[in-house]
Structures are given as C-alpha cells and as structure tokens.
C-alpha cells in the first residue's frame, strides 16, 4: 500500500475504533486510536500472515500486549477481511467473538490472552523462542505494548530474556501515547528514557514518530534489517489522535467517545479499506509429533525415594517418547531435577533463571505454538507468577507446571522456601488439575498423565525422601483417589495426600494395635477430587480426618469440604493443617511441630473415638 493508501487505513482503523465503542457503550477508542497508524503500517507493507489460515507455520505471530485496545484489533481485522462489519458493532455484546480483552478462546487469530497489562511481551518470548530454537522458521513476533505497562516488571525480565537469547526474530512496538489511566506515564513523551532501558538489556533501539507513515516504515524496516538482537520501536503518539476534542486530553481512558458520530464525521467519516496482508512463505511445521510409549522409571516397593527425584526421571522418560514436550525451569534445575530432562534432551530444555513471571509466559508463548510445556521451580516461588497462570487459564494453555519442595517437610530452609499456599492457589484457578503423589511411582504415572490434559495442571513435589508404596504397574487416573486401609470397624477416614500418606499409615497401625481402626485415603487428586469414595467414606465411618502440609485455607481439607457442597448431610470434618509460622527444624520436627505427623494424626483419632464414644 502507498502512503496515501496507508493514511486512509489508519482512519478507518480510528473511526472503526470509535464506532465499536460506541455501539457497546463502552471501550477504549483514545488507546486504539493512538496506534492506529502503527497497525495500519504493520499490516498493510510488513505483516506476513494467512487469516484464513491462522495455524500456518510460517504465519507472523503478532501479540496485542495492550489488550484494552482491542478496538484497533477488531478493526484490523475488519481491514483483513477476517470479520464483518457488523460483527464489529457487536463489540463487548453477550455471546459476540469480540470481547473488551481478546483471547484465543475465542478468536484464531489471537495469540495469548492479555489485558492484565506487562504480560503480552513476556509471552511474545515464548514465542520467538520456539521460532528460534524450536521450529527454525524465520516468522517474526510483533509485539505491540504501551508505555503504562513499562512499569511492570515482568516486561523486564522479558526484556532481559530476549537480549540474553538474541532473538532478532522479536519486535516490539511501544505506543507512546503519554497518558495513563488517570494521568501522564512516569516517563510521558520521553522516548530516550525508555531506550536507554531497552538498550541496557541488549536491544536494538529505534525512536520515531508514531503519526508519520514513512518514518514508522523506515523504522520497521530497521527492525527488520537487525540482526543478533531484539528490537524495539518507539514511537511518539498521541491519544485521541485525529479527534480535538479527544486527542492527548486526560480523562478519556476507557470511555467511549462522548460525541461518536462528530468524531467520526471529523475523522472523514466511516471507509471500507480493505487491506491484502502479506503471505506468509512457503514452509513446513518442523515440529517433531512423534509419541511413542512411554517407558517410566521403575521403583521397587519399599525403597526410599523422593518424589522430585522421579519427577524429574519421568520427565525425561517422557520427553523420549514424546517429541513435543519442552521442559522450562527457573534456575533450580538440579533441585527439581529437571536437570535430568536436560541431560536427555538439551534441545528442548530452557533455562530461564529466576524469573518465574517470565518462566510461566514462556510456556504459555510454547504451548500457543503446539508444544507440551513442563516447567519447574520452588511451590514457594510460584506464587510470583499466579496471575501469568490466572492469564494462561483465560488463553485456554495447556501448561504443565511443577512445584517442589513443598511444605514444612523441607526442614531447616524455613518458611521463605516452603509452599504452603500452593494448592489453594491452583485449585482456584479455572479448568485447573492439581496433583500430588505420595510415593515415586504414583510421581512417574502422573508426570505421564498430565501430558493429557487440557489446561493448566500442577503437580506438588517433595523434598525428602519418603518410602515406595505402590508397584510400578499401577494406574492412577487423575480424579482417583487409593484407600490403603479399610475394615467394617473403622471409625474415622483419614485422608493425606503427599507427605502425609506415610504418617497416616504409621498411625493406622498403632491406632490398631490400641483396637481403634482407621480407613487411610491417598487423596492424590487434590482437584478433580473423588467424591464418590469420600461420600462412601463418610457414610461408613462418619468421621473425617484430612491431614496435610499445607494452610488450611484452600487445600486438601477445602477440597474435601467441597465433595459435600451439594446439600447433603455433611460428616463431621476435622482438619490438620500447617496453623502457625514455621521456623528452622528437621523435617521431623517440623511435621511433628505443625501436628501433622503419624503422633499428631493418632492424637486427633483418640480425640475424635473418644468422643463420638462419650456422644
């Protein structure tokens, strides 16, 4: 397109904008319209991509990071031909594609959910990392960003990821448009503050003017002329822009225009451009989709074994079976032991330091591209990246992350290095499966069975070793649960999961030899949860006893306390649960301390038989 063609674009892009937000009553037309002359260049002279085939593997990849301009992006799509017009105007309407934040649950074309802002960049990485390393295809990842979102900090650890690994395949366009939410950015119009960051972290840095449609070419053209570095494009825009009575006021964010149809009128009225993107080249998906039968590592029964150790056997077990799984960790590779996967297969292994935000956006980014991610790190340290695990739940990703060191049963490190929210936090999230093995085998089926799933799935790893119960031939399906002890005189169902599976053993055996029997539950499944088994549980003992090492706030007990959330009887319900603030100890003591150990479960058992006797 000439320029002529092109200024044509970018109104229509504006008045498109207008008109959407409008017909929902609400939106953001100031942030799209700002950005509208860099779309408008990026899709008419640089873009390389087939909308009628948005799977194409040679498809540019491009990343709407400020997701609240989603009316630029419906426009565009409009201009590609991928939507009509009148699904336009169904923008933020019941049951419409077009949504306030776009997702790709929704639409095809639309990479990553965003609109939790400082996400789109760090996904864009996982991207470019994939095209890079993975696939070695030459698609490019644009990012379009704004400069509000240059605050969060996780567009750092994204910038500093993509200048460690290079990737001149990643350009990002910053709209910097100046204002705000409710008022000017922390750097308003200066371009070079944000260069200087960028360039501190390896990029290509190059200023221009946001509204001239030959300078944003020349600085596309720049970016991709870059080699052996990101780049990123700032430009100078103002909000609003193309309306007096809108362009660089404040107070506009996220509201419709007050006077639609004069901002229309004043920005030429509405066109019917149609814009032909660029085709992506020839290529083919390079991915490897071979799946053979996984061979799992073996343990026999009796032995002691902690469950990162199979973990992360498992892992590189199934990453030889299967040709598309990617393993990511967070520096802490040889305590999680993904180190093993990247012994096994260093291709696909991405070691992404600590930086667990950017750790989960990468995933996210591979799992778009049609890889099965694994990645790994403290439970603890998780819980920086919960809302880039809340961001992947929307994008529907299916991401397999892996939490270990879980609890007070890692001991003498202390409470900064225990998870202890950790199953709360992801039961929470949609659509989410929660695991957690007790013994080495049950760790190696599950690691398998998670490759699938759909969704975001978690699975909790210990530190110490505990002793193998279950053969290697047995089946764990997720929402299964293993009842270890049973008889027609038990009078209280225990139920652990993890580290307290062996404690609750040891003191079924001496409730026993005091004539008090108890049924033992394996909860492996923390979401989905058996309710059948524990519904059949409660009618037979009355009594439940959940005991795990965690808070009582969202885990095991809560999962439980669901099974009985549908209006019948509910059983009485006791829980033993990590109450207080841990220090340094041994992971006896620590167990022992928390009351959750095999003396605290037999304590609680004698409470309970006593008083159901003395009921």
């Known amino acids: 397109m000439n320029t002529a063609e092109l200024a044509e674009l970018a109104a229509q892009l504006r008045v498109d904008s207008v008109r959407a937000s409008a017909a929902a009553g609400s939106g953001h037309p100031t942030s799209s319209m700002s950005a509208a002359d860099l779309m408008a260049v990026l899709l008419g002279r640089h873009l390389r991509y087939d909308f009628e085939r948005p799977e194409h593997p040679a498809n540019d990849r491009f990343v709407l990071s400020k997701g609240h301009a989603s009316p630029l992006l419906y426009a565009a799509y409009k201009a590609a031909g991928a939507v009509e017009d009148g699904e336009l105007l169904t923008f933020r309407k019941l049951g419409s594609r077009l949504e306030g934040h776009p997702t790709p649950r929704r639409l095809p074309w639309v990479e990553t959910a965003t609109g939790s802002l400082g996400q789109g960049l760090p996904v864009g990485v996982g991207i470019a990392l994939s095209g890079k390393r993975l696939e070695r295809t030459d698609y490019r990842v644009w990012v379009l960003c704004g400069d509000s979102e240059l605050a969060e900090g996780s567009v750092w650890e994204a910038a500093e990821h993509a200048g460690y690994e290079q990737l001149d395949n990643l350009i990002t366009i910053v709209d910097v448009n100046r204002l705000g939410q409710r008022g000017p950015t922390r750097h308003g119009h200066d371009l070079d503050a944000y260069a200087r960051r960028f360039r501190a972290f390896g990029w290509h840095a190059v200023e221009t003017d946001g509204h001239d449609i030959e300078k944003i070419d020349e600085a596309y053209r720049e970016a991709l002329a870059t080699t052996g570095q990101p780049v990123v494009v700032l430009a100078r825009t103002l909000k609003g822009r193309g309306v007096a009575a809108a362009e660089d006021h404040e107070g506009l964010h996220g509201k419709p225009l007050p006077h639609p149809e004069e901002a229309v009128a004043e920005l030429g009225g509405p066109r019917d451009v149609h814009v032909r993107v660029g085709e992506p080249p020839a290529a083919a998906a390079l991915r490897d989709r071979t799946i053979e ?75 778009a591209r049609g890889w099965l991610p694994y990645a790994s790190t403290f439970a603890a340290f998780l819980t920086r990246a919960h809302d880039f695990v809340r961001m992947a739940s929307i994008s529907g990703a299916g991401i397999n992350l892996v939490g270990s060191h879980a609890g007070v049963a890692i001991g003498q490190d202390g409470p900064s290095q225990m998870g202890l929210e950790d199953l709360g936090m992801f039961r929470g999230v949609y659509g989410s499966t929660v695991l957690y093995p007790c013994d080495a085998n049950q760790t190696a089926r599950l690691v398998a069975a998670m490759a699938g799933l759909d969704g975001i799935r978690y699975l909790r790893t210990s530190r110490g070793a505990t002793p193998v119960i279950y053969g290697p031939g047995e089946e764990f399906p997720v929402g299964g649960s293993r009842t270890l002890r049973t008889s027609d005189e038990d009078r209280v169902s225990v139920i652990a999961a993890g580290v307290t599976v062996p404690e609750a053993l040891a003191a079924a055996d001496r409730l026993a030899e005091d004539g008090i029997r108890v049924r033992v539950i394996d909860l492996y499944s923390v979401k989905p949860v058996d309710t059948e088994t524990l519904r059949r549980a409660a009618d037979e003992t009355g009594c439940l006893l959940t005991v795990e090492d965690h808070r009582p706030e969202g885990g095991l007990g809560d999962a439980v306390a669901e099974a009985f959330a549908d209006g019948r009887p509910v059983p009485r319900l006791v829980r033993l649960a990590v109450r207080t603030m841990p220090g340094s100890a041994a992971p006896d003591e620590q167990l022992h301390a928390a009351g959750i150990d095999a003396v605290g479960i037999v304590n609680a058992v004698k409470l309970l038989a006593q008083e159901k006797a003395t009921g």
Not at 311 to 335: H, I, P, Q
């Open 293 to 367: 039968a996984v061979l799992l590592p073996h343990y026999d029964v009796g032995d002691e074994v902690a469950t990162r150790d199979a973990f992360g056997a498992a892992l590189a077990a199934l990453g030889t079976a299967r040709g598309d799984v990617v393993a990511l960790d967070g520096e802490v590779g040889d305590s999680t032991r993904t180190e093993a996967f990247a012994k096994a297969h260093p291709e696909r292994f991405f070691e992404c330091y600590i930086a667990e935000q950017q750790l989960v956006a990468c995933s996210v980014g591979m799992a």
